[in-house]
């Protein structure tokens, strides 16, 4: 008789997202006549940029040719884009990475739900409260925690993010082995100084542990003197995994690409340097057959100097967009925070108002949709998350109902 893996059975149930559409939904049937504006959700919404499209058909047409026609590639990823990886390392964050520590991916998501898998099943997980769903649920997937408890998981350690520490947590004060961190932040939109990274990389070194480093939003960083890769602050070679994504930096959110970084340098309690390397090759070999060709031929493009250019300009737009919500919340005397090196802003509600009500609020009076930060974890209670990825007009359309209409 067949099982199903009963640790799925743990699972808040997806419940944010689901849950935002429900009330939107709600709302809209029985207010048929308002228009709802979403500053909710993290998904890209300008259109790729003429390199990158350029890369993309080339891909397709190689694709039409005998010649040309690739089948499965490398499942460590085309040469050609992991050297342009290393390239753009080397060039903008002066860090030498070899090529063979680079994997090319499907994204970012699948790859800090996957790497877990080369860790022991005891594992105990470390991460920062409020955090990116997908860190926690793969490990209840994994069975590396107990039953939910309320909002929280037994047998993780939850390292709050909060208004006193910067929204950068604490080094952990427990055991942890794996630890998650995400920077730029989704999604409180902090980013780490070197300081920050370093005080982690100590413990992770001291303690054996392995840092999973999410750096998708490092092209959202403007201040030169923060870290854009974990490699940019010594020691991170020898116990960090940084995971990255075209999604965020190119607008591969539906075209799919993204990368690993598994230094050879890395060492855990029973891996000696090269090992977690091999370990991460032989997973992917055995489960994963690569990146799409035409995807990587879109990836190889946007690391052009013209591709990394045009893509900038989205950057700096969706950053526009940031400012321009940024003005108009604290001119109705929010406290905002992120939303500087970040996409994301993340805003206390007024009067101690709980994420929900103050969701149900929002909605009602200025017809906006914005992210509870209570469903990104127990310290996100009390706050919500915005999001820049709009396009320019309803940001505008968004910011003006906020000004006339929320009380
Ligand atoms: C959007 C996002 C990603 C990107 O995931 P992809 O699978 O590459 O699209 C990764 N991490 C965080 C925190 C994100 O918000």
Redesign the pocket.
Known sequence: MAKINAHYNKLGAGYLFPEVARRTRLFSAANPDATIYKLGI?NTTMPLTPAVIHGLKKGVENLADLKTYTGYGDEQGNSRLRKAIVDMYSKEHGVSIEEDEVFVSD????D?ANISSIFSADAIIALQDPA?PVYVDSNVIAGRTGSANGVTYDGIVYMPCTERNGFFPDIPTRKADLIYL?SPN?PTGAVATKEQLKAFIEFAIKNRAVIIF?A??WSYIKDPKLPRSIYEVEGAKECAIEIN????SSGF?GV?L?WSIVPKALVAEDAAPGKITSLWNRRQTTMFNGASNIAQEGGIAALSDTGLAENQKIIDYYMENARIIHKCLVEKGFEVFGGVNAPYLWVKTKDSMKSWDFFDKMLKEAHVVITPGSGFGPSGEGYFRVSAFGIRENVLNAVQSIRDNLK
């Not at 994204?107 to 699948?110: D, I, L, N, V, W």
């Not at 994504?245 to 965020?248: G, L, R, V």
């Open positions: 993290g994204g970012a998501k699948p800090s990116y995400c989704n999410d998708a939003y994504s075209f999604s965020k959110t799919r993204g």
